[in-house]
């Protein structure tokens, strides 16, 4: 068995990356020639969920898009359950920022999750009421059933942010990767989403998300993956998640209340 | 005259420009709706202007072989070329330079036709071959149109429509998320360049009818006027094709119906005409619901607002407000309220206590979603719920008179 081992001295075996639902090695992604993400390794665990933390600007969801081919990186491997990527798409569903879209492009809302069965109907499979009856189970998970028909403009922020995570269930996916999924929602739609991610870690999925709010990671996560360009720390939230960690990612741009919350929060 | 043309009684070459006409602006305009949607609308204009080199240089390489210079294959060919290499610049500015798409269209676009006019002048004051007609490239020309041009047309108009059907679950899912696309294994650059692919072939197969200053408007406008109609991409698409062809068809008539006049910008024409009908009068979306929609609110506001001031005994300043209540019935002439006005104030106060209760709760969201200040309970609610929410609110406040 061929240990790798990785910039900051850890070692990985190849077992271990075969088991991993997203195993990232020396990935990199510039903008010019400017690194956003530097040699950057990540090993998801399985079932768990796992919160992508860091500053503005870290290159957190850089390297979420990067991961799955959104963007183009310079240098990195990555596999998904131990293989190459094109092999597993199915398996991995992708809910991008809310923002990264037109809301006044004209579909509704259940158009909106039928796009995630689209590998499921094909380039030119008709949409049959199976599929039309599974997007709505999908959106009646994240309490969006009665807005099926709206068109996507007339929604608030946090249905929108509902209405692609349905989308992303409705792929019927193994690992969600999820951007932002929390930035700018409602107290009823971060319940609903919560709930939701929950219940997905239950059935045995693998949950990633990048994340902003500090005061919820203990909450909500198992496992933490503190990034600013550069890999800062990564494991549990119980031994990982602390105010050195913390620190050595946000540097100065940690307000001292913010510290004091935060020692509050992980003890 | 315009009635013989619309009914195909011009004789044969008039139909035949009428339906060649009609097909491509059914083509321009479906294959335009994903481009409107995909938010590149202008890439049009910097394709069909790249396509005047291609033309003249076309021309002169016939004519140098002692072939037809004005042989319409080879012209088209020869402006797909050109067109071809002007996207190809386009695509690298944008993508490999900091120059923003708007500014490389607008590079691209002029320096082609910049070259474009120049050879089209060298040919024509050097009387290479035999080179009448060329210049209506510009702005299209249907005189000599023969039926082997119309069945070109024709079938570049039909195997675009194919190669629509066939992808446009993929071209409608780059042109709303392409990341998300991207994640889900789909080449979103190939399906960008297949984008192109068929704007390129519509702009040269309507090279001929519209010409290619104006090719862009088939595009485009019947794109945007499909838009204020439905809130459906696939709805908008079929919607833009038949406003497409219609204006095409129309426009084509009437040009035959009377000497000299010009098919390509009269079927421009007739689509604007089309686009200033539905910007006016789409329901939902054009101007004149808007303003209705806007002016009926404020009578329900000013109405609503009229009543809460009447239940708590408040007085109204508003002119509006008070007419409106007097013609509803709800207050006298002197500002004191009627026994219905009284009665309406009284269910406007509890309604607005109700929606209160009602919006604190979260497993009501969608019905709380729905609150406006306006919208009675009852549209909402059943009477079993509003029961409820009752026994929380307590009974009901009296009037003051």
């Excluded at chain 2, 010009?262 to 979306?285: D, E, N």
């Excluded at chain 2, 209705?292 to 407000?321: D, S």
């Excluded at chain 2, 007419?323 to 009665?343: I, K, Y």
């Amino acid at each position: 068995m061929l240990d790798l081992i990785c910039e900051d001295g850890t070692t990985f075996t190849e077992n271990s990356l075969a088991q991993s639902p997203l195993a990232i090695r020396g990935l990199t992604v510039t903008y010019g020639q400017k690194p956003a993400v530097f040699s950057v390794d990540m090993t998801v665990q399985p079932g768990e969920m796992t919160a992508i933390i860091g500053p503005n600007g870290a290159g957190k969801s850089t390297m979420l898009k990067a991961a799955l081919g959104v963007i183009p990186s310079v240098s990195g491997r990555v596999q998904v359950f131990g293989k190459p990527l094109p092999s597993q798409r199915a398996r991995v569903a992708y809910v991008p920022q809310r923002a990264s879209v037109d809301w006044d492009f004209p579909t509704r809302v259940i158009d909106v999750v039928l796009m995630g069965l689209y590998r499921q109907v094909g380039l030119l499979g008709r949409i049959r009421g199976q599929h039309r009856a599974s997007a709505l189970d999908c959106l009646t998970r994240v309490g969006m059933a009665d807005f099926a028909d709206r068109q996507i403009g007339q929604l608030s922020g946090g249905q929108q942010q509902r209405v692609f995570l349905a989308r992303a269930l409705a792929q019927n996916a193994d690992l969600y990767l999820l951007d932002e999924p929390f930035a700018g929602v409602d107290a009823a739609t971060e319940k609903a989403i919560i709930t939701v991610l929950k219940s997905l870690r239950a059935e045995g999925k693998t949950v990633v998300v990048v994340h902003h709010d500090l005061a919820t990671v203990a909450e909500y996560f198992d496992n933490v993956f503190l990034i600013n360009t550069r890999k800062v720390a990564e494991g549990p939230v119980e031994t990982t998640f602390n105010s050195v960690t913390l620190q050595a990612a946000y540097g100065g741009r940690l307000a001292a209340t913010q510290v004091e919350q935060l020692n509050q929060i992980t003890g | 005259m315009i009635w013989d043309a619309l009914l195909l009684q011009l004789g044969y070459n008039a139909t035949l420009v009428s339906v060649g006409a009609a097909l491509l602006g059914a083509a321009a305009g479906i294959t335009g709706t994903f481009l409107f949607l995909r938010k590149r609308a202008l890439v049009a204009d910097a394709v069909s202007h790249a396509t005047l080199p291609g033309v003249c240089i076309a021309f002169l390489v016939m004519a140098s072989l002692g072939g037809d210079g004005r042989n319409l294959i080879g012209l088209l060919v020869g402006s797909a070329l050109s067109a071809w290499v002007g996207l190809w610049c386009l695509n690298w500015l944008t993508l490999r330079t900091r120059l923003a798409e708007d500014a490389a269209i607008g590079a691209i676009l002029s320096t082609f036709f910049g070259f474009g006019v120049v050879l089209l002048t060298v040919i024509q004051t050097a009387g290479i071959g035999r080179q009448a007609g060329l210049e209506g490239f510009l702005l299209g020309s249907t005189a000599g149109m023969l039926f082997n041009d119309a069945l070109l047309i024709a079938g570049g108009g039909a195997a675009t429509l194919v190669i629509i059907a066939l992808t446009r679950r993929a071209l409608t899912l780059v042109s709303f998320d392409p990341e998300y696309a991207s994640a889900q294994g789909i080449n979103v650059p190939q399906v960008d360049m297949l984008m192109m692919g068929l704007v390129m072939a519509v702009t040269v197969i309507g090279l001929k009818i519209v010409g290619l200053i104006l090719i862009v408007a088939l595009l485009i406008i019947p794109a945007v006027t499909a838009r204020f109609w439905s809130e459906r991409s696939d709805i908008v698409v079929l919607l833009a094709g038949l406003f497409g062809a219609a204006a095409a068809y129309v426009g084509a008539g009437v040009s035959a119906s009377a000497p000299n006049l010009p098919t390509g910008p009269l079927i421009v024409l007739m689509s604007a005409g089309l686009f200033a009908l539905s910007l006016f009068f789409a329901p939902s979306r054009g101007v004149l619901a808007a303003v209705i929609r806007q002016r009926r609110f404020q009578r329900r506001v000013h109405l609503r607002q009229g009543l809460l001031a009447l239940a708590q005994g408040q007085p109204i300043y508003e002119n509006l407000t008070l007419r409106l209540l007097g013609r509803a019935g709800l207050v006298r002439r002197d500002g004191v309220a009627t026994e219905t006005g009284r009665a309406r104030a009284a269910k406007a106060l509890r309604d607005e206590k109700r929606w209160e209760i009602l919006r604190r709760d979260h497993a009501q969201e969608p019905a709380a979603e729905l609150y406006d200040g306006l919208r009675a309970i009852e549209t909402v609610l059943t009477p079993d719920e509003i029961r409820e929410i009752d026994a929380k609110i307590g009974a009901p406040q009296e009037i003051p008179t």
